[in-house]
C-alpha cells in the first residue's frame, strides 16, 4: 500500500513568489491535514481537510491557504513568500476526520525561500 | 491548554546502551491519545505508536517500549540495546480537542 506522496520533494522560490505544493494520501484515507516545520517552531498545525472542506485550521497568516479534491488529494498554496516561510512542510492522511486517529506522514516538501 | 514538552533536546549513546525518550504532556481532556513518531534525516515521520487515555498498559515492541503513567502524565519511550539505526529525531504527540500538538523533539544519536 503506497503511503503519502509528497510533490515537489525539492524547491527554491525567491522572496514574493508563490508556491503550491501537493498531497496524495494513502489510498482510501479521507482526511488531509498541512504541517509546517522550522527548527525554531517545531511542528506546527497549518491545517486539515476532510472530504473537501477545512475542518481545522492553525495560527498562520491568511497567506497560507489549501484545498481538497475529490479524490482526496490536496494542496497548499504560500503567496507573497516570505523568507522565514523557508521550511519543512509535511502532509498526513488518516482514514477517518481528526478524532484521535493515527495520522500518517509523507517525507515532506523542502521550501528554500531566498 | 493542551501541551507536550519534551525536555531533552539531543541525546547521545554507545550502540548497545538503553536509552529513555522523556515525554510529558498536559491536557483537560478526559480522552485523548498520545503518539510516538521517529523522524530520520529523509524527513518523514514515522510511526511508531498511538495509546489512549484510558488505557495504561505498558506496551512492549521488540527493542521499543512505552511506559504511560496518567498519575505524572508522562508517555516515556525506551529503546532497548540501541543501535545506529536508530538515530533520529523522536516526536511526542498528543491529540486532543480537534488536534494534534507535536513535542518539540528529541535527537537520538546513537554511535558506533
Known amino acids: 500500500k503506497a503511503g503519502v506522496t509528497q510533490t515537489p520533494r525539492y524547491l527554491i522560490k525567491t522572496r514574493g513568489q508563490q508556491v503550491t505544493l501537493s498531497c496524495s494520501p494513502i489510498?482510501?484515507?479521507?482526511?488531509v491535514s498541512w504541517y509546517q516545520q522550522t527548527p525554531g517552531q517545531g511542528l506546527q498545525f497549518l491545517f486539515e481537510?476532510?472530504?473537501?472542506?477545512?475542518?481545522n485550521k492553525g495560527n498562520f497568516p491568511g497567506r497560507f491557504s489549501g484545498r481538497q479534491f475529490s479524490n482526496s488529494r490536496s494542496e497548499m498554496n504560500v503567496s507573497t513568500l516570505e523568507l522565514g516561510d523557508s521550511a519543512l512542510y509535511l502532509c498526513?492522511?488518516?482514514?477517518?476526520?481528526?478524532?484521535?486517529?493515527?495520522?500518517?506522514f509523507g517525507e515532506g516538501s523542502w521550501l528554500t525561500v531566498v | 491548554a493542551q501541551k507536550v514538552t519534551q525536555a531533552q533536546t539531543e541525546i547521545s549513546v554507545v550502540e548497545k546502551e538503553d536509552v529513555t525518550l522523556d515525554c510529558v504532556y498536559e491536557?483537560?481532556?478526559?480522552?485523548?491519545?498520545l503518539f510516538w513518531y521517529k523522524q530520520p534525516p529523509s524527513g518523514e515521520l514515522v510511526f511508531l505508536i498511538r495509546?489512549?487515555?484510558?488505557?495504561?498498559q505498558n506496551e512492549i515492541s521488540g527493542r521499543y517500549s512505552w511506559n504511560f503513567q496518567k498519575s505524572t502524565s508522562s508517555f516515556n519511550f525506551t529503546i532497548t540495546a540501541s543501535q545506529v539505526v536508530d538515530s533520529a529525531v523522536y516526536f511526542c504527540?498528543?491529540?486532543?480537542?480537534?488536534?494534534?500538538?507535536f513535542g518539540t523533539g528529541t535527537r537520538l544519536k546513537v554511535l558506533a
Open positions: 498526513a492522511s488518516s482514514a477517518g476526520q481528526s478524532s484521535g486517529n493515527t495520522i500518517y
Open positions: 489510498s482510501g484515507h479521507r482526511s
Open positions: 481537510y476532510f472530504s473537501e472542506t477545512q475542518r
Open positions: 491536557t483537560r481532556d478526559t480522552t485523548y491519545y
Open positions: 495509546r489512549n487515555s484510558f488505557d495504561e
Open positions: 504527540a498528543l491529540w486532543g480537542t480537534y488536534k494534534y500538538i
